[in-house]
């Protein structure tokens, strides 16, 4: 079996500052993974590691089975960013943004075929935007904005998404919605992986987690993972979660 996600021993720097130490992480396919942590635990930096925008000091990353370059080129990874991440004032539909999930299969000219736009429409229904396809994307709520970035990996045909913070700012129907989506995706045999501190939405999504706090206090199973004590020793205090 190729895993999805393949980090061994991964060291990143900010200048002095340790951001993540000896990191290994092994993911397979078909799986919905959250990555947890308070703020500065290294969560936003080891998806830039793992998606090869930030370069580690030392450690070896396989993306389904393959460099960090070619998974791009390949067009088998999509990330769904924080809103705070992303410029809502740029003049773009809705549309536009799940274009962009099709670019890698445009081909030389960049001018979208019927296949493009049926893949297209088809994600936008997915997700429960087509009536709004036509909108300037920074019109959106927050949970809808989630959507559209979902809808662009989905039109992508990604095999592996990262959702960092996905259910920041978003009302419980668009949760729902995407929760419900991304359950699809792992039946497809996609694999997801969600950075978050909101340990509520875990126990009913994920099928593991990782616990991190620049190094990884714990991986696998919830049942196995989300005890007290990980728990006490990610965020430094006695946490609760509820079961699903």
Known sequence: MTLAISAHRVTVHYGETLALDDVSVDIGPGRICGLLGMNGSGKSTLFKALMGLVRPDSGDI??????????????????????????????????????MGRYGHLGLTRHPKQKDKAAVRAALERVGLTELAGNPIGALSGGQRKRAFVARGI???????????????????SEATISDLLRELRSEGRTVVIS????????????????????????????????????????????AVEPS
Do not use: N
């Open 62 to 99: 396989r993306l389904l089975g393959r460099d960090q370059r070619q998974a791009r080129r390949d067009g088998l990874i999509a990330y769904v960013p924080q809103s705070e991440a992303v410029d809502w004032t740029f003049p773009v539909t809705v549309g536009d943004v799940v274009m």
């Open 155 to 173: 039109a992508q045909e990604a095999q592996l998404l990262f959702l960092d913070e996905p259910f920041a700012g978003v009302d419980k129907k």
């Open 196 to 239: 978050t501190h909101d340990l509520a939405s875990v126990p009913a999504l994920c099928d593991e987690a990782v616990l991190l706090q620049q190094r990884v206090i714990a991986h696998g199973p919830l049942d196995e993972v989300l005890s007290p004590e990980t728990l006490a020793r990610t965020f430094g205090v006695e946490t």
